[in-house]
């Protein structure tokens, strides 16, 4: 034998829920200084300004204060307006967005959260240093490689007449540079 059963089930009874969005910008910078250390073959004023030159011939800009720059990549590139310092800047950021469903638990989430983006941006940005680091110093070592070689000229042109120049690379492919001058 069978019984029918008959069950009412009532509308469910909805609160509406309010979320809390919380949000804020997260950014990371970080730099290598290099110090560009030139033999005093001319004076200081004649080496920085035939340095000078040679980045200009290898696509650096001037800026108004006088110094240059130059971006590799993703990194800017500075050199100080006295020539003597090399800044290489990175820098990243993102915007961290939370919900909860109060403006307590959003604010405590979007702090970790926080913390956890600085880490990560901290991280992409130190790697974007390593990656163009070694580029600009082969960069820098060859422009002062010409600029060395251009004040070695000038200085012996200033001591006599200029006989031969010769320019070859040695057994471990550094420069050399003979001049022969009369005196």
Not at 5 to 13: E, G
Not at 71 to 89: H, I, K
Request: charged residues 30%.
């Amino acid at each position: 034998m069978s019984r029918g059963y008959r069950i009412r089930i009532s509308d469910p009874n909805w609160r509406p829920v309010t979320y809390h969005d919380a949000a804020k910008q997260v950014a990371s910078t970080d730099a290598i200084e290099m110090d560009v250390g030139m033999l005093e073959i001319l004076p200081e004023g004649a080496m920085t300004a035939l340095l000078r030159e040679e980045l200009a011939a290898s696509g650096w800009s001037k800026g108004q204060d006088g110094g240059m720059s130059r971006t590799f990549g993703e990194v800017a590139v500075t050199l100080s307006p006295d020539g003597r310092t090399v800044t290489v800047r990175a820098a990243a950021s993102k915007q961290v967005t939370t919900r909860a469903t109060s403006q307590e638990q959003a604010n405590s989430r979007l702090e970790e959260a926080g913390k956890r983006a600085e880490r990560d941006l901290a991280q992409e940005v130190a790697r974007r240093l390593g990656a163009h680091e070694g580029e600009i110093r082969g960069e820098l070592q060859a422009a002062l490689q010409k600029v060395y070689a251009e004040a070695l000229r000038q200085k012996a042109a200033s001591m006599g007449q200029i006989e031969s120049v010769h320019e070859g690379r040695g057994a471990d492919g550094e420069l050399e540079l003979t001049i022969k001058v009369r005196v």
